[in-house]
Structure formats: structure tokens, C-alpha cells
């Protein structure tokens, strides 16, 4: 028998009786995952370690005992690291990070950087602070002389953060490159002397081969903020941050949201954190339910994951109260919604359920199209003129707020809604961040001017481009006109106002809901996606969770 390391799995040769018995064994352990040929079995390096004691006697290939060492490594830091977060232990780190960070965040930091741990996930609410613990625990690394430099992979509406927060804190001495430009610029970006290189999804491609090959003299800790831009692990971007995750030292992955659709949602983030270690032998079902129990399991016994509340962290946290405004359609805008209605619902009862699933990207756009009506019928019909019903109940709510100087946030999806709300209210001087404003200078000035100037009143954006890594808590008030089914941009969008640094002992939240439309299904539904994470990851409420009285006073079961 011969065991071999082959790119990402573990490659077996052996023949006759020998193979089969083998085959039989590993096959109870790695199921599907396993594969095999005339004279060889194979299965993925993440597997090995619930599989060496079949196969110990043949190990002798060096690549093969630095994974099991790697992975041993890694249980045995799992152990302390869970204890240092449980037990919320404070560590002495270096510089002036104790007076910089609060208490549970110091222990966070502590349980990032225990020696041999192959990476984790920090799941800490949005909005608590995550960006600077994971700059404390990468600070802490270099001096522990574990680390050489850092490589932050992001949304691109967060490239231009992070270098600002480094800088606050490490600036003179840490070198921040961004890698900007064509193809060409950003793999000379990756050539540049950097001590962290920051870049979004799509820009790791052009740098992957250069930074993999220098992985091996300089040791990378990989940083994924917002990972749940990669929790499907078989899409392309998963493909290429894995590829270069394979050759950092160590990797956290970050993300206040990580399973805004299902349990399946958490198991390429944990891929990335530890190499494949919590889920080596794991293969998914087609059905997200009846993996739930599975998923669960492994993360609490093999995981090594950070979740706290914002209320278990920081030392002031306001309390959120929401507010359903329930709208009642009227004029054109309500015929247009019930022609629309009727016309689905009469196309949708001439289907049987086959035909239904081979017609599921037309339901789905005209599913979206009822939505589009209730916030702003004309992005359907141009030459709709009559002022939507929103914008009534909006007027007289933001002359409310602004008239007692309240700044306020207002997200709609819909970029024909954001247009006109510019317009309608310029008197506001309103800011915008949406898919419009594809400058990270022009985003960051956006945020910026709306947090320091006291003459700009309104932050108008879209949850997908502005709902996540960024702060504006200058505003106590936020308000929806519009709602997706992207549950995960609209959690992040969220906790914008209600954050670190907010002073304000309550914030606000307006859902303008169209009545007896699909809206309220939708905005339930939202608030359904939400409830399953927190019972995933085991969050323990202790605010009211107000925003189920509002909702139950639509009359909608929640």
C-alpha cells in the first residue's frame, strides 16, 4: 500500500483483497466522498483525520504527517481556545490593545491567537467590533512571530475600511497595500512589499498564483470578512479563495450573518477556517432540513467558532424598537398591484407542480415585480405619475424626525425608488450609496459626510451595496420602503445604527408594509430567516424582540 498527498486529497494504491477490505472501511466512514479505481482509492485531505487509524501502517509520505500533525495541532488549540471564550479570560496583550478593547473582545483576541490553531470563525454580532479584534489578533501573531502578513479578502464596499480602522490603530509602521486597477496592477500589487494587502472577491484571482508561491517563505494569516459572500462552496469565487486559503498559515473568517438561509450556509466558512477539519467526512443532502441536526453537531463538537451578542461585549448597547407602519394602497397604484396579483395567481392555478418548477424563474420575477409595485410602481410602469402611497406616509414621518435634528438612514432595493427619493427630498441634502456609485472614494466620502455634517440629514442606500462594514450610528432612526429576499442583506443593514460607538440609548426602525400585499409575507418571512441563525448558532435574546408584536399587529401569524 502506498499513501500520498495529490493537490487537495489523499491518494491510495493498493490492489486485490487488500483494496477491497479497505474500500469497505473507508466507505463507512467517508461515504460518498470517497473515490475509487482498478488499483486505487482516494478521498479529500480534510478527511484524513477520521481515517488515519485505517491506513496508520502505510503513512510514511512527509506531506501526509504534517496534515495529521497540523490537524492534531488544531484539536488540541480548539480545547483551549472554547475555554478562553467561555471562561471570557483576559489575556495580557501587547502594545496598548487592553486599554483599546473591551474585555470580551480582549478574550476573543486571546482565543484567535492560541498557538496551532489552524484558524476560526468569529461570529460575532455585526455591529460589535470584529474589524478590530481580528487587527488586535493579527498584531498579536506578528509579535508572537507566528505571522508575516496579513491578506483581507472583502466586499468591495469594504476595501476602503479597512486600511482606515489598520491605520488608526497600527499606522506608521504596518504597510497597507490595495490591490486597485486591471489585472496587471494587481498582481504587481501582490509583488509590492505589504505587511496586509487588502482586496475584494474578484481581485484575488489575478494575484492567486504569485501569492500562493510566496506562501511558501512568507506565512499569510487569510482574513474573509463578510464570508458569507462564499457559503456556497462550489461557486467559482468559493473555488479561488480556497485555492489560496490552502496555502496561508492561518485563516479567520468573519461575519455577523453567516447563515441567513440555512444550515448549509455554515459549512464552507468553516472549510476555510480549519482546512475541511469540522466537516471532513461531511456530505451535504440535497435538503438543507434534514442536514440541520448534522450541521449543528459537528460545529459544537469539531468547531471552533466565536458568537456573541452585541449585549455580551460591549458595555452600551441601545435598545431597538421597530415600528410597522401598515399603508394602504390606493388609486392606480393599488389597480396595478391587483392586476398584477391576478394575473399571477390565474397563470399559477393552469400549473401543476412540475410544470410549476420548470417555471420557477418567471414566478420568481413576477413575484418580485408585486414587490416593486408597493414601493414604486414605476420601475414597472414608467408612465405611472401618480405619487406612490409610501411617499406620503414618508413625508410626513422624515419632516417628523429631521424637524428635531435626527439624522436618518432610508433603504429601499429598488434603484428607480433610490432616484426619486434623491429627488424628493433633496432638500434633506441627502447622501447615496447603492450600485450606482462604484468609487470606494465616493462611497467612503458619502459615509463620512453624512456621520460629520450636521447640514446632511439623509443617507439614502441599498442594503446589497451599503448594508454591510459600514458606520452610521450618527443616525438614531432607520427607515424600509422596500424589502428583498436576500435575508442577509437586510440583517446587515440593520445593525448600521445599532453598533459600537452608538450613543443614543434607543434606535428606531420603520418598516413601511403595504397592507393585505405580499409585502407582509415577505417581511415575516425575513423575520423567519432570521430566528432559524440565532437558533443554529445558539444566541440567547435577552432584548424584546419587538419587532414580532409589530408584526403580529398586521394580523400575520409570526
Not at 477491497?20 to 478527511?47: E, N, T, V
Not at 435626527?406 to 450609496?433: C, G, N, T
Request: with cysteine; hydrophobic share 40%.
Amino acid at each position: 500500500m502506498k499513501v500520498r498527498v495529490e493537490g487537495d486529497g489523499v491518494h491510495i494504491e493498493c490492489a486485490g483483497l487488500e483494496l477491497l477490505k479497505l474500500k469497505a472501511q473507508l466507505a463507512q466512514r467517508l461515504g460518498s466522498l470517497l473515490s475509487s479505481g482498478k488499483d486505487f482509492i482516494s478521498f479529500p485531505l480534510s478527511s484524513l483525520p477520521i481515517v488515519a487509524d485505517l491506513i496508520e501502517h502505510a503513512l510514511a509520505d512527509d506531506e501526509i504527517e504534517k496534515a495529521l500533525v497540523r490537524f492534531k495541532r488544531h484539536a488540541e488549540a480548539r480545547i483551549r481556545a472554547l475555554e478562553i471564550i467561555e471562561l471570557n479570560e483576559q489575556p495580557a496583550l501587547s502594545g496598548n490593545w487592553n486599554n483599546v478593547l473591551e474585555p470580551a473582545q480582549a478574550s476573543a483576541v486571546g482565543a484567535m491567537t492560541v498557538p496551532g490553531l489552524l484558524g476560526l470563525c468569529l461570529f460575532d454580532e455585526q455591529g460589535s467590533g470584529k474589524t478590530v479584534m481580528t487587527i488586535a489578533a493579527f498584531d498579536e501573531l506578528r509579535v508572537l512571530g507566528e505571522i508575516d502578513a496579513m491578506i483581507v479578502v472583502c466586499p468591495k464596499s469594504m476595501v476602503s475600511e479597512w486600511p482606515k480602522d489598520i491605520g488608526r490603530f497600527l499606522a506608521p509602521e504596518c504597510q497597507v497595500v490595495i490591490a486597485e486597477g486591471g489585472q496587471r496592477q494587481k498582481y504587481e500589487t501582490a509583488q509590492s512589499k505589504f505587511d496586509v494587502l487588502v482586496t475584494n472577491y474578484e481581485g484575488v484571482e489575478p494575484m492567486l498564483v504569485y501569492l500562493m508561491a510566496s506562501a511558501s517563505t512568507k506565512r499569510y494569516l487569510l482574513v474573509v470578512d463578510e464570508s458569507y459572500y462564499l457559503k456556497n462552496g462550489e461557486s467559482y469565487r468559493s473555488e479561488i479563495v480556497n485555492k489560496l486559503r490552502s496555502k496561508c498559515q492561518k485563516c479567520f473568517v468573519l461575519c455577523g450573518t453567516p447563515a441567513p438561509n440555512s444550515a448549509h450556509d455554515l459549512v464552507n466558512q468553516f472549510d476555510l477556517a480549519d482546512l475541511g477539519y469540522t466537516f471532513g467526512g461531511f456530505k451535504k443532502s440535497n435538503k438543507a432540513e434534514e442536514d440541520w441536526d448534522k450541521i449543528s453537531t459537528l460545529v459544537d463538537t469539531k468547531g471552533v467558532f466565536i458568537r456573541r451578542l452585541k449585549p455580551d461585549i460591549l458595555q452600551h448597547v441601545p435598545e431597538k424598537n421597530f415600528h410597522v407602519i401598515s399603508v394602504e394602497l390606493a388609486g392606480k397604484q393599488a389597480l396595478m398591484y391587483e392586476n398584477a396579483k391576478s394575473a399571477l395567481e390565474l397563470e399559477l392555478r393552469s400549473l401543476n407542480n412540475e410544470s410549476f418548477k420548470k417555471s420557477l424563474l418567471t414566478y420568481f420575477q413576477k413575484r418580485a415585480a408585486l414587490l416593486q409595485i408597493c414601493s414604486c410602481p414605476s420601475s414597472i410602469d414608467p408612465t405611472a405619475s401618480e405619487v406612490p402611497v409610501k411617499y406620503t406616509v414618508l413625508d410626513d414621518l422624515l419632516d417628523k424626525l429631521i424637524s428635531q435634528n435626527r439624522k436618518v438612514v432610508l433603504w429601499s432595493f429598488y434603484r428607480k425608488s433610490l432616484d426619486e427619493i434623491m429627488a424628493r427630498y433633496s432638500r434633506y441634502r441627502p447622501v447615496r450609496v447603492d450600485g450606482s456609485v462604484t468609487s470606494n472614494v465616493a462611497r467612503r466620502d458619502a459615509v463620512r459626510s453624512f456621520q460629520e455634517d450636521p447640514s446632511i440629514m439623509l443617507f439614502v442606500g441599498n442594503p446589497a451595496a451599503a448594508g454591510a462594514g459600514i458606520t452610521l450610528h450618527a443616525a438614531y432612526d432607520a427607515v424600509y420602503i422596500s424589502y428583498s429576499n436576500q435575508a442577509a442583506h437586510y440583517l446587515q443593514s440593520l445593525d448600521r445604527i445599532h453598533r459600537r460607538g452608538q450613543v443614543a440609548d434607543e434606535v428606531n426602525y420603520y418598516l413601511l408594509i403595504c397592507k393585505n400585499t405580499i409585502e407582509e409575507t415577505e417581511v415575516v418571512r425575513l423575520r423567519g430567516k432570521e430566528v432559524r441563525q440565532h437558533n443554529l448558532l445558539g444566541d440567547h435574546i435577552i432584548w424584546p424582540a419587538s419587532l414580532d408584536d409589530a408584526l403580529q399587529e398586521l394580523g400575520v401569524h409570526v
